[in-house]
């Protein structure tokens, strides 16, 4: 299927599967080998792959086996020896992609290139649509690929396909041109490394690239631009008929479904139910009149902001007068801003603060409806702070901690009035973000909790009400999948690579991106005290805490002054302490392999779908758990939870609508490919519920009916 001739320092990879040398499964595998073999043997310092006959044209679209053309396109290109492509006859389809994917490309005066992949409804989908407008710019690639279009030798060599085209034997020619290059840098020469030239000066380029950030993952925008711009071309009644062929396309994509599903699952997230029936409907909630906040950093102002927008009195309250000081310093700040944003006016800005009151300590709670605590997520300080605030307050106030995953009953079991303890949730900016997840304890009245749900109301919150667990909801969730980034990135993958997956997935920032503006030292903190509980000394080796894999490569950064944006590095490079602009940067990348390398970790290339699944599964799974458990009530408050709390992407409607769009049987298998893979990580271990619903094919609207036949409440 492919000789293999080896002569002067030269590997010739010539292809033999008359009649058009067709890219069959046998032909790849022969070209990789092909490939492996010149790559190890010192002798040879350079490639030509050709064809008898006729150069590469064709394959059949619905062979998916190893190695695709596209992983083939891969290999050539990141060969260390030269590869240079002799092209006779025709290039065509995966051909052409194989070409494209050499160093260098000699072609016969008579050679032809094209893309006809349109012609059968496809695209050039080996990586053909992002080389080609890399080597030829966007002008040229969006005429040519959508085209299907044929060209000589000649213009390819006009527009940058071709480095030099020969009136003799082209294989010949490449050869002696193989050698000349021998040992060459090959840098500039890898088609998928280059910019796309051209792209900068589109506009339609700029309106897609705005479209692709603004409404990430979504077809509509994407369609809007292209029937749009379709419709400027063609008269007003074809325009018309585009728009209604393309919108059968949008309308049976999922997504206006989801897009509904959010809004109504929203729109019910704020009616509660609790397992002893309690709910909106029957029990009221008292208003409050007054609060005070215990905390004056990020989330205490913040809380202090959403309550007095709303009109609500505050007394912040701190530990010393200079903690107090410059929060309210911040607060008068972000006041001041919003004045000179015209989004209130100085008097309206003096009657909101004129509402503030402050304090150090906490004696003058005397007469309050509500205490807030926002101080360092310390479980012995909360505590601390609770009896002493039990013991001050009217009996009547409500007393909630802004915990972010700390047992709500234990904070409870210091005051004596554990039925008016509760978790009010915030998400940063406090003031801003809409999600407020009550966290209800074992003892929480129906009374507090219908109390946090009006107060949420009234804030401008959208709020849910869950179950106390680790990480409540979002978090708990959201941990699984924080742990799965760094596993993701000790297997193989570099930082931006999974950004780029998540962020392709539609969430705003990538899970690197997010650690580095949160700040790595936060979560090495959070899992030393874990490792302190445990009782466990880490050292370089640990790779186990209580049985589970976890990962210490934020350590390893934070041990060399890395802790994100802050610092200027952390899992990238942003130039200086506080730089915004993430760069991609050999020195982490030596700190990843070094760390690798120091626990026996092989890497690996992890394929795309390999990552998104496993950012994304394990976090759908804990869902499962959750509603299982009686953690949630309803999987529309999850997905609220996370369309609001963690900027899940709208279109998906949340992980719970997304698991059910996808097909829970489908899920369900893929969580158990991956529990066999990774045994030392509970979050793998399917969801009961999950299985139940997998085998049942229960419709969503009736999960629930299951999930309570399973709650461990
Ligand atoms: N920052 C976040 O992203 C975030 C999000 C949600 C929830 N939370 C939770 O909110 C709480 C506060 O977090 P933060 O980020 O605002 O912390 P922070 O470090 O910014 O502020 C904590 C404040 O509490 C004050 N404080 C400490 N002990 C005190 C005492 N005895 N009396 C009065 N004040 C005291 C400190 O002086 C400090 O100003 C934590 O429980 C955290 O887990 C944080």
Redesign the pocket.
Known sequence: MVDYIARDGVALLQVNNPPVNALSHHVRVAIEEGLKKAGQDPRIKSIVISGKGSFIAGADIKDVSKPTILELCDLIESSGKPVVAAIKGFALGGGHEIAISCHYRIAHEKSKFGFPEVDIGILPAAGGTQRFPRLVGLEAALDLIPSGRHIGAAQAFKLGIVDKVVRGDAVEEAVKFAKSIAGEPLVDRRTSQRPVMGAENAFLAAAVKLAMKKKKGMIAPIVCLSVSFMGSLLPFEQGIQVEAAEAVVVFTSGQMGALQYAFFAQRAAPKWLLPCGASFKTVKGRPIRNAAV?????????ITMAMLNAGIPVTL????RK?LD??VSLLKLLYAGSVSLRKITQDQCDAILSKLNTAV??KSLTNVDLVI??????MA??K??FAELDRICPPETFLW??????DIDEIASATRRPDKVLGT????P?YHMKLLENVRGKLTSAETVASAQMFGTRIGKIPVVVGNCHGFVGNRMLHKYVYEADFLIEEGCWPEDVDMVAENFGLPLGPFKVRDL?GLDIRVRGLLEQAKAAGIEINPATRFLNGERISLLSKSLVDKGHCGRKTGRGFYNYGKPGGKIPLNDRFIKDVIVEYCAERGIERRKVAYQEIEERLFLPLINEGFKILEEGIASKPEDIDTIWLLGYAWPRHTGGPMYYANMVGLDKIYNRICHYNELHKHSAHWQPSLLLKKLAASKTPMKDWMEVAQASSKL
């Open positions: 215990i905390g004056a950093g990020t989330m205490g102002t913040g309250v701190e530990q010393d903690f410059k929060g300590g906490y605590e926002a101080v360092y997520e310390n300080l909360k601390q702070i901690t802004n915990t972010s995953a700390l949730h915030f998400f940063v406090a949160s």
